[in-house]
T-cell receptor, first 112, second 117 residues
Framework: KAGVTQTPRYLIKTRGQQVTLSCSPI?????VSWYQQTPGQGLQFLFE???????NKGNFPGRFSGRQFSNSRSEMNVSTLELGDSALYLC???????????FGQGTRLTVV | AQTVTQSQPEMSVQEAETVTLSCTYD???????LFWYKQPPSRQMILVIR??????QNATENRFSVNFQKAAKSFSLKISDSQLGDAAMYFC??????????????FGKGTHLIIQP
């Protein structure tokens, strides 16, 4: 079974631009969650989607948004990028609720 | 809000020896899940072990075992017979049951484990 796939792996954007990151979960997994990892703040929960509905959201500004498609693939979007948005963005999928999450390799976003 | 604390930013151990990584957490919930994840230099987060709070028996996965003390809200990871491939950042994580309005995983700041050959 293929693991969680995140694309692209690396991205460089300019301040003020927007960016879209993609995550394909493990086949059969319907829950997808996103995390931001920075040296200063560590790993922080962004949001979780299940069956195309956002279930939970972390404490991030509205510039961070996401969606999930009928095939469970998910995208997250960050608008009006700021230097502080530079981070590793990790996606994780779960088969059903209350089980462990499996992570992708992440997308390294650099905002210049 | 739940918090997870890893008090050891860095640990070093000789190859083949045993090391214990500490984790404490704060929650008012009685039912929850605890995890240890490993993040090697490749940045891929790999699940090491999980523990359900309602289970009194400590989880074990090969050379990895936990000491779960629910009353003390402590969840330490023991790695036996340390191997060079165990070198990584280790994160302790907490999650409430989804039915209770889970907020995703709450992670500690991590412990950098160094294996000395």
């Amino acid at each position: 079974k293929a693991g969680v796939t995140q694309t692209p792996r690396y991205l460089i954007k300019t301040r003020g631009q927007q960016v879209t990151l993609s995550c394909s979960p493990i086949s059969g997994h319907r829950s997808v969650s996103w995390y931001q990892q920075t040296p200063g703040q560590g790993l922080q929960f962004l949001f979780e989607y299940f069956s195309e509905t956002q279930r939970n959201k972390g404490n991030f500004p509205g510039r961070f948004s996401g969606r999930q498609f009928s095939n469970s693939r998910s995208e997250m979007n960050v608008s009006t990028l700021e230097l502080g948005d530079s981070a590793l963005y990790l996606c994780a999928s779960r088969q059903v609720t209350n089980t462990e999450a499996f992570f992708g390799q992440g997308t390294r976003l650099t905002v210049v | 809000a739940q918090t997870v604390t890893q008090s050891q930013p860095e640990m070093s151990v000789q190859e083949a020896e045993t090391v214990t990584l500490s984790c404490t957490y704060d929650t008012s919930e009685s039912d929850y899940y605890l995890f240890w994840y490993k993040q090697p230099p490749s940045r891929q987060m790999i699940l090491v072990i999980r523990q359900e709070a309602y289970k009194q028996q400590n989880a074990t996965e090969n050379r990895f075992s936990v000491n779960f003390q629910k009353a003390a809200k402590s969840f330490s990871l023991k790695i036996s017979d340390s191997q060079l491939g165990d070198a990584a950042m280790y994160f302790c994580a907490y999650r409430r049951p989804t039915g209770g309005g889970a907020d995703g995983l709450t992670f500690g700041k991590g412990t950098h484990l160094i294996i000395q050959p």
